[in-house]
T-cell receptor
Framework: KAGVTQTPRYLIKTRGQQVTLSCSPI?????VSWYQQTPGQGLQFLFE???????NKGNFPGRFSGRQFSNSRSEMNVSTLELGDSALYLC????????????FGSGTRLTVV | ELKVEQNPLFLSMQEGKNYTIYCNYS?????LYWYRQDPGKSLESLFV?????AVKQEGRLMASLDTKARLSTLHITAAVHDLSATYFC??????????FGTGTRLKVLA
């Protein structure tokens, strides 16, 4: 079956711009989480959605936002990009995260110049 | 706030040897997950540990959880080159949020 699909795979943006990343979860998975991965900070939790509701969020500034649609697809948006936002952004979906853990997508590599 | 520490950060080992990766966490949790990440790739789920004393095994990898000690171990038996990767533990923090460890970069030498 199809895995978690993230688009685009690579992205180069300029400081001050905004960006939207997309994630299509595994069919039937309603929980979607987003993580930021950098060499310095490792994997950091951004937010988690279930049935279009954000159930938890990490310690990121308000420039980072997300949403989930009725078909469970999710997007995250970063406004006013900073150089430090350069990272691999990973989306993960789960049928029931507590029992099964998450299946991760391949990620979107964002470079801010 | 929950802190998750893994050690060692780097591990270089010979094929055929055994070794253990440790994951310590700072506050109570009964949900712990292990993932593997190959260079340039995404994370692959290895184990889900949901109770004190839980033990899971898959091939040459075995994971265990001691919630009282706030410790999980990932034991590698008779390592082979294909196990070279970065291994992460992730601990449940409150609801629907997981804190990842720093990762252990494992290199198995032939």
């Amino acid at each position: 079956k199809a895995g978690v699909t993230q688009t685009p795979r690579y992205l180069i943006k300029t400081r001050g711009q905004q960006v939207t990343l997309s994630c299509s979860p595994i069919s039937g998975h309603r929980s979607v989480s987003w993580y930021q991965q950098t060499p310095g900070q490792g994997l950091q939790f951004l937010f988690e959605y279930f049935s279009e509701t954000q159930r938890n969020k990490g310690n990121f500034p308000g420039r980072f936002s997300g949403r989930q649609f009725s078909n469970s697809r999710s997007e995250m948006n970063v406004s006013t990009l900073e150089l430090g936002d350069s990272a691999l952004y990973l989306c993960a979906s789960s049928l029931l995260a507590e029992n099964y853990g998450y299946t991760f997508g391949s990620g979107t590599r964002l470079t801010v110049v | 706030e929950l802190k998750v520490e893994q050690n060692p950060l780097f591990l270089s080992m010979q094929e055929g040897k055994n070794y253990t990766i440790y994951c310590n966490y700072s506050t109570t949790s009964d949900r712990l997950y292990w993932y593997r990440q190959d260079p340039g790739k995404s994370l692959e789920s290895l184990f889900v540990l949901l109770s004190n004393g839980a033990v899971k095994q898959e091939g040459r990898l075995m994971a265990s959880l001691d919630t009282k000690a706030r410790l999980s171990t990932l034991h590698i038996t008779a390592a082979v080159h294909d196990l070279s990767a970065t291994y992460f533990c992730a601990v449940g923090s409150g609801t629907y949020k997981y804190i990842f460890g720093t990762g252990t970069r494992l290199k198995v030498l032939a």
